[in-house]
């Protein structure tokens, strides 16, 4: 499912999982983590995929 094709839910929730694990970045670069966010929230996104089609199985 593309981003734009999200409910706004989905992504208002994924940006809040990524703001939530900023502060426990191992590193650092000036003001930002030494991760991407956008993997985080691709990764979180994935989760959500993942479980609606689990849901569809059972």
């Known amino acids: 499912m593309e ?3 999200r ?12 703001r939530s694990i900023m502060p ?3 590193a650092w ?3 930002a983590p030494l991760w991407h966010g956008w993997a985080l929230m ?6 959500i995929d993942h ?6 199985k059972t």
Request: no cysteine; net charge negative.
């Open 3 to 5: 981003v734009k094709d």
């Open 7 to 18: 409910p706004i839910e989905e992504l208002v929730a994924g940006d809040n999982f990524r």
């Open 24 to 26: 426990r970045a191992d």
């Open 29 to 31: 670069n000036g003001p």
């Open 42 to 47: 691709d990764a979180f996104l994935a989760g």
């Open 51 to 56: 479980a609606r089609q689990q849901a569809t």
